[in-house]
């Protein structure tokens, strides 16, 4: 069992910058990657980014790309998010994810379906 905690979320101007943080306990080695979903009222649960352990790899939507950046701190056993740049459109609940499997392509790490294990989200709301 993996356990994921998210933190950071909140309210800010467009522009402005924020910076999630999800910890995770229990058997934390197990995980091969972790992700960071996002989901607006109204609309599907959309990927944002992932780290993938093997080939230490990181992936992000288009959407974010350049703006955000994934990074972990394998001895707090934490994943941090840092938003810069942000849109109205960013607005969401961000859920952080843990993976427990390898997959052949790690783009499918783009897709909720490899996740094994989800946080309870924290909300961002950035205004115009």
């Known amino acids: 069992q993996v356990q994921l905690v998210e933190s950071g979320g909140g309210l800010v101007q467009a522009g402005d910058s924020l910076r999630l943080s999800c910890t995770a306990s229990g058997r934390t080695f197990i995980t091969n990657a972790m992700g960071w979903f996002r989901q607006a009222p109204g609309k599907e649960r959309e990927f944002v980014a992932a780290?993938?352990?093997?080939?230490?790899?990181?992936y992000y939507a288009d959407s974010v790309k350049g703006r955000f950046t994934i990074s972990k701190d394998n001895a707090k056993n934490t994943v941090y998010l840092q938003m810069n740049g942000l849109k109205p459109e960013d607005t969401a609940v961000y859920y952080c994810?843990?993976?427990?499997?390898?997959?052949?392509?790690?783009?499918?790490?783009?897709?909720?379906?490899?996740?094994?294990?989800w946080g309870q989200g924290t909300q961002v709301t950035v205004s115009s």
């Open positions: 994810a843990a993976a427990l499997g390898r997959l052949r392509d790690n783009s499918d790490y783009g897709h909720t379906f490899p996740y094994d294990y």
């Open positions: 780290s993938i352990r093997s080939g230490s790899s990181t």
